[in-house]
């Protein structure tokens, strides 16, 4: 299957600071991402979608001034958690879709955020 | 929206029995429906999908069946193994519109 890479896989940061996490399409062009966050013990919650050229369209309830999302090309979307806060500390993983197969979506690996 | 509602929450079976895992959604333009594994600080892993335009479909061990009319579809393990226990997560999207919904997740323990 397709290949998802994210980076970094675990960040630890202070309050107050932001933090860029990138996600890539490695061998394949995805127009669309998403953004999900995990919390322990719990499903993923979708935050945006994010498509290439365009504005991401955030999921109600998701802040799209403290999350950015930039979608710059077709392999690649980065989230910003910006000014990151104990309660943002959670899991976060990037899928993208595979147009030329069925439209599947493939994930990253996540990326755990802790802030302190 | 959509609403995917998954049951049970934690299942608890013997090695070699089976696991089943049932989902509902409310969207009826819903027609494409992926189950996914995850293991504890992993990426979901899918397992197996159905799409709308059939009632069911198996993979060696794992089985997925659709009831379009009552908006509902299940996973089936048959003879599960200690390495199946997981959390299982159903999900419901549009293949047009793309946005996935997952279910609540469904903690599975297989007791050697």
């Known amino acids: 299957g397709a290949v998802v890479s994210q980076h970094p896989s675990w960040v630890i940061c202070k309050s107050g600071t932001s933090v860029k996490i990138e996600c890539r399409s490695l061998?394949?062009?995805?127009?669309?991402m998403f953004w999900y966050r995990q919390f322990p013990k719990q499903s993923l919650m979708l935050m945006a979608t994010?498509?290439?050229?365009?504005?991401?369209?955030?999921e109600q309830g998701v802040e799209k001034d403290k999350f950015l999302i930039n979608h710059a090309s077709l392999t690649l979307s980065t989230l910003t958690v910006t000014s990151a806060h104990p309660e943002d500390s959670s899991f976060y993983i990037c899928?993208?879709?595979?147009?030329?197969?069925?439209?599947?979506?493939?994930f990253g690996p996540g990326t755990r955020l802790t802030v302190l | 929206g959509e609403n995917v509602e998954q049951h049970p929450s934690t299942l608890s079976v013997q090695e070699g029995d089976s696991a089943v895992i049932k989902c509902t959604y409310s969207?009826?333009?819903?027609?494409?429906f992926p189950w996914y594994k995850q293991e504890l600080g992993k990426r979901p892993q899918l397992i197996i999908d159905?799409?709308?335009?059939?009632g069911e479909k198996k993979d060696q061990r794992i089985a997925v069946t659709l009831n379009k009319t009552a908006k509902h579809f299940s996973l089936h393990i048959t003879e599960t193994q200690p390495e199946d226990s997981a959390v299982y997560f159903c999900?419901?999207?549009?293949?047009?519109?793309?946005?996935?919904?997952f279910g609540a997740g469904t903690r599975l323990f297989v007791k050697a």
């Open positions: 999900a419901a999207t549009h293949t047009g519109g793309f946005k996935t919904i």
């Open positions: 159905i799409r709308s335009n059939v």
């Open positions: 899928s993208a879709l595979d147009t030329s197969s069925y439209n599947e979506q493939f």
């Open positions: 969207d009826s333009a819903s027609n494409y």
């Open positions: 061998d394949f062009q995805a127009t669309t």
């Open positions: 994010s498509n290439e050229g365009s504005k991401a369209t955030y």
